[in-house]
């Protein structure tokens, strides 16, 4: 079954890599976003260049856009062309489907990160230098593409036809990276936002990253004037259990006018 | 064979027991309108069945309800010995389903399909030897977007075929196949068949329907309105046969004795003579006339 799983994936990054506009984009588009306010903004925030900090904001949102805007576009497009119905007539489970899914936005995911990493390089972004801060970074990266992978499976069932995904995914996306401290620094943001941006996972994300890329004194920055990590864990850890819940009682192999 | 009732064999007599689809009853309903409403159907293993009717007469749902796809409204549903609407991974891989729209796949390569889809069963054919059997050989290596209509069709069937089903669904499966190519499809639903697939077809073409099917049945809206063998339907074997000729008609149970005349009125030749039965097509049409009548 875990060869399935394998398999699965593996024709899903095929597909994806083939359809090359989309991949082009969804891998370019955040490198070319930390190009631009690379650029724009020199300043810094208590002695952190906001490049820096807009880096970490921006893998964040490389992972976002990998699993929630990824799948809960393309996968209504897929329930609309018929290629849902038609696994849904072989016995594969779902969740190897879900598996597949999630290996494909793996791969997304590393190679988008792996992009940004060398634009940042450009910029002078500081890598983590310790192996503690690498063993953050890999599990907020596993843990937070584990939760966006899944929200975008349950977010698919929000857009009835395929034509409507990217006009139901888009703004959700974009709100969240404005309130969630990708763009501005979060310590900044008005108290609500932040107390609205807490219930979502990006925010985590992007805390989390912070506490890998940003040096420690960074920490007093933050709202609670730590970086959480423990709570960075347990809310995407929630976020991960509420996604396959979520993606078990609303994903649908056919469409509405289905029956 | 196909035009001997499946009663005739014992084999068959002793199937009926326990037959591959069993329907009594069944309903269903959207929103505002009656898709099926009250249809009975009982298809014997090793049968092939074609569903005839015209656009929306609840073909297409009625198929899709015994597919497992859509929940009935009412009526009792057996196929292979299990409510579709309980179906589980176990009896997927017994039933192949080749659905009226093609699911695209768009960028991957014919044999990637097949051959990824082989992988879903417990004990599949041969994918290069089911590309080949559906004529798609040549097109193997081809992105799936790059074929015909026709072709995608034929993916289709490959799809459907794959995993060596007991039964197998096809809903309008030559729809963009041309003359040459639906005979081709022909034989390979024949070769199925006498490999003891038992088959329920819908289709549009009422030679199709002939060609292949033990029985046929006609739905019209949302109803059952005949059930017999393609050369006995409505009557069709005991109708009159039309005898013409250049100048004059008649209809008659001895077409014959009718032409024995003609020969010794006209002193050999008789000019234009045909000799008419009437088409499963003449029957269809005429049954559906009726049935919207009533």
Same mark, same amino acid.
């Given at each position: 079954?875990?060869g399935?799983v394998l398999r699965q994936?593996?024709i899903?990054?095929?597909q994806?890599v083939?359809?090359?506009?989309s991949f082009?984009?969804?891998l370019?588009?955040?490198?070319?976003?930390?190009?631009?306010?690379?650029s724009?903004?020199?300043?810094?925030i208590a002695?952190v260049?906001f490049k820096?900090y807009?880096a970490a904001?921006m893998i964040?949102?490389?992972?976002?856009?990998s699993?929630?805007?990824?799948?809960?576009i393309s996968?209504?497009?897929?329930?609309d062309?018929g290629v849902?119905?038609?696994?849904?007539?072989?016995?594969?489970?779902k969740?190897v489907?879900?598996?597949?899914?999630?290996?494909?936005?793996?791969?997304? !995911?590393?190679?988008?990160?792996? $992009?940004?990493f060398v634009?940042? *390089?450009?910029?002078g #972004?500081k /890598?983590p230098?310790?192996a503690?801060?690498?063993?953050?970074?890999?599990?907020v990266?596993?843990?937070?593409l584990l939760?966006?992978?899944l929200l975008?499976i349950?977010?698919?069932?929000?857009?009835?036809?395929?034509?409507s995904?990217p006009a139901?995914?888009?703004?959700v996306a974009?709100?969240?990276?404005?309130?969630?401290?990708?763009?501005?620094?979060?310590?900044?943001?008005?108290h609500?936002?932040?107390?609205i941006a807490?219930?979502?996972?990006?925010?985590?994300?992007?805390?989390g990253?912070?506490s890998?890329?940003l040096p420690e004194?960074?920490a007093?920055?933050e709202?609670a004037?730590s970086f959480?990590? !423990?709570?960075?864990a347990?809310? $995407?850890?929630?976020?991960?259990v *509420?996604g396959l819940? #979520?993606? /078990?009682?609303?994903?649908?192999?056919?469409?509405k006018?289905d029956g | 064979m196909?035009?001997?009732s499946?009663?005739v064999?014992?084999?068959r007599v002793?199937?009926?027991a326990?037959p591959?689809i069993?329907?009594s009853?069944?309903?269903?309903s959207?929103k505002?309108k009656?898709?099926?409403?009250g249809?009975d159907?009982?298809?014997?293993h090793?049968?092939?069945?074609?569903?005839?009717?015209?656009?929306g007469a609840?073909k297409?749902?009625?198929?899709?309800?015994?597919e497992?796809f859509?929940?009935?409204?009412a009526?009792?549903?057996?196929?292979?010995?299990?409510d579709p609407?309980?179906a589980?991974?176990?009896?997927?891989?017994?039933?192949g389903?080749?659905?009226?729209?093609?699911?695209?796949?768009?960028?991957?390569?014919?044999?990637?399909?097949?051959?990824?889809?082989a992988?879903?069963?417990?004990?599949?054919?041969?994918?290069?030897?089911v590309?080949?059997?559906?004529?798609?050989?040549e097109?193997?290596?081809?992105?799936?977007?790059?074929?015909s209509?026709?072709q995608?069709r034929?993916?289709?069937?490959?799809l459907?075929?794959?995993n060596?089903p007991e039964?197998?669904?096809?809903?309008?499966p030559t729809?963009?196949?041309?003359p040459?190519a639906?005979?081709e499809?022909w034989e390979?639903?024949?070769g199925?068949?006498?490999?003891?697939t038992?088959?329920l077809?819908?289709?549009?073409?009422?030679e199709e329907?002939?060609e292949?099917?033990?029985?046929v049945g006609v739905?019209?809206?949302?109803?059952?309105?005949?059930v017999?063998a393609?050369?006995e339907l409505?009557g069709?074997?005991t109708a009159?046969?039309?005898?013409?000729?250049?100048?004059?008609?008649?209809e008659?149970?001895?077409?014959?004795a009718?032409?024995?005349?003609l020969?010794?009125?006209?002193?050999?030749?008789?000019p234009?003579?045909a000799?008419?039965r009437p088409?499963l097509?003449?029957?269809?049409?005429?049954?559906?006339?009726n049935?919207e009548k009533?």
């Open positions: 079954m875990i399935l994936g593996g899903e990054f095929k994806f083939r359809t090359r506009e082009v984009f969804t370019l588009f955040p490198a070319m976003i930390l190009l631009i306010f690379g724009i903004f020199q300043g810094t002695g260049p820096q807009f904001g964040a949102s490389g992972l976002l856009s699993g929630f805007q990824n799948l809960a996968i209504p497009i897929e329930r062309r849902l119905k038609r696994f849904r007539s072989t016995p594969m489970p969740w489907y879900f598996g597949g899914k999630f290996l494909q936005v793996f791969v997304i !995911g590393v190679l988008a990160t792996a $992009l940004l634009i940042g *390089a450009f910029y #972004l /890598l230098s310790t503690d801060k690498w063993f953050t970074f890999i599990w990266f596993v843990l937070g939760a966006c992978t975008g349950a977010f698919s069932a929000a857009a009835r036809t395929g034509r995904g139901v995914v888009t703004p974009l709100i969240l990276q404005f309130i969630s401290g990708v763009y501005f620094p979060f310590g900044s943001l008005p609500w936002m932040q107390q807490a219930l979502f996972p990006l925010k985590w994300m992007c805390q990253m912070r890998v890329f004194s960074f007093a920055q709202p004037g959480e990590l !423990g709570k960075v347990l809310v $995407l850890g929630l976020w991960c *509420a819940v #979520l993606s /078990l009682l609303t994903f649908r192999w056919t469409t006018r | 196909r035009n001997v499946g009663l064999y014992g084999a002793t199937a009926a326990d591959a069993s329907v009853g069944l309903r269903k959207y505002d009656t898709a099926v409403d249809v159907l009982v298809v014997a090793g049968e092939i069945f074609a569903l005839l009717g015209p656009n609840g297409t749902t009625t198929v899709e309800i015994l497992g859509r929940k009935r409204d009526g009792e549903v057996s196929v292979l010995g299990t609407q309980q589980d991974g176990h009896w997927r891989a017994k039933v389903v080749v659905l009226q729209g093609t699911g695209e796949f768009d960028e991957l390569k014919v044999d990637e399909v097949v051959r990824h889809f992988r879903f069963y417990p004990d599949p054919a041969d994918p290069d030897e590309i080949r059997q559906v004529g798609l050989a097109k193997a290596g081809s992105r799936t977007h790059t074929l209509g026709g995608k034929r993916l289709d069937v490959a459907g075929i794959i060596r039964l197998l669904f096809l809903d309008e729809t963009g196949f041309d040459v639906r005979r499809f390979l639903i024949r199925l068949r006498d490999g003891g038992t088959i077809l819908t289709t549009h073409y009422l329907a002939e292949l099917a033990d029985r739905i019209a809206a949302g109803r059952m309105i005949a017999a393609p050369a409505g069709r074997n009159k046969a039309r005898v013409t000729w250049r100048g004059g008609s008649e008659t149970d001895t077409p014959t009718v032409v024995q005349r020969a010794a009125e006209f002193g050999g030749e008789v234009e003579l000799v008419h088409t097509e003449d029957i269809y049409l005429r049954m559906i006339a049935g009533a």
